[in-house]
Nanobody, 120 residues
Framework: VQLQASGGGLVQAGASLRLSCAASGGAFSTFTMGWFRQAPGKEREFVSR???????VSTSSVKGRFTISRDNAKNAVFLQMNSLKPEDTAVYYCAAARGWTAVAADYDYWGQGTLVTVSS
C-alpha cells in the first residue's frame, strides 16, 4: 500500500486545514487508517484513527477540533483540523494498519508526511 499525504501549510492560530491521504495498491477499505504527528524534537504521537466501518478515536488534545473521516470508494482518508493552535505544529503522517490500534509500531504502511505550521 502506498500512501500520499497532502494539505499541510502555514496558517494562523484559529484557522482550519484539511489533510488528505490517498492510498493505492491495497485493500484500503480493510485497513485501520491513522494520523500521527511529530513535532520538532518530540516523538511521533497518535492523533486519530478510523476503522473500516467508520468508528473513530482521537487523542484528547484534539477532541472537538479534529475530525477524521474516510472515503473507501476513493481510497482516501481525511483529517479536518479546526481551531488550530501553535502546539499543533508538526509533520503529520497518515498510516495504515491491519488491526485496531493507536500504536505507531503496529502500523504497516506510512505516507511521507505533510508539514503543518500554526503561527500565534
Amino acid at each position: 500500500v502506498q500512501l500520499q499525504a497532502s494539505g499541510g501549510g502555514l496558517v494562523q492560530a484559529g484557522a482550519s486545514l484539511r489533510l488528505s491521504c490517498a492510498a493505492s495498491g491495497g485493500a484500503f477499505s480493510t485497513f485501520t487508517m491513522g494520523w500521527f504527528r511529530q513535532a520538532p524534537g518530540k516523538e511521533r504521537e497518535f492523533v486519530s484513527r478510523i476503522g473500516q466501518f467508520g468508528t473513530s478515536v482521537s487523542t484528547s488534545s484534539v477532541k472537538g477540533r479534529f475530525t477524521i473521516s474516510r472515503d473507501n470508494a476513493k481510497n482516501a482518508v481525511f483529517l479536518q483540523m479546526n481551531s488550530l493552535k501553535p502546539e499543533d505544529t508538526a509533520v503529520y503522517y497518515c498510516a495504515a494498519a491491519r488491526g485496531w490500534t493507536a500504536v505507531a509500531a503496529d502500523y504497516d504502511y506510512w505516507g511521507q508526511g505533510t508539514l503543518v505550521t500554526v503561527s500565534s
